[in-house]
């Protein structure tokens, strides 16, 4: 893709960020990207194939533009208490500076769009609900997770409470660094309890 490609994609994906945080994906059309990014309409489908892959391409951007944003060390770790440490610490500390995404994410649930708003573009070496699952199940057939457990049911009990401080404001309700410290760290620890073999 050469510069000036880039350079529009950009302003797209820019401009629907803007207009995707405030007003949600049924809230934002085409056409208002388009006035907004300053270029027409049929060079949006150009570059994106619809609005759902743009709604994608845009939540990818959040994660591209953090650099201590990376699933290598949660997909590569050793063991599961290890694994339960780096996804609380990378996660949590991803919604702490992307109260956007955050706001995305609100709109995503309160939207009527289902499951298509889901995930991100480009998921390979991703955290993806399925390759976490993978993750955990692994963990179980090596003995240290709870067999009995659903690899989905634990997923949805980190995800909760991973993101339970920034549920009421889309910001950390934990005042200083001290207190997120000491909310992972009794996460972390409870975690690996609940779930382990």
Known sequence: MNTQNLCTKQKIIAAAKKLFVAGGYNGTSIRDIAKASDVQTSLIYHYFQNKTCLWKHVKESFI???DNFSFSPIMEA???????AELVSIRFN???QNHDMLRMLDWQRLEDQGEKLIGVTNSKNLGTWENLEKKIYQFQTE???NRDLSPRHILFMLSGAIFGP???TGFSELPSKEEEGKYIN???KSLISAFKA
């Open 64 to 66: 591209a533009q953090n």
């Open 78 to 84: 050793p063991s599961f208490e290890d694994f339960i």
């Open 94 to 96: 991803f919604f702490k």
């Open 143 to 145: 003995g240290s997770v």
């Open 166 to 168: 920034f549920l009421r």
């Open 186 to 188: 009794m996460l972390v």
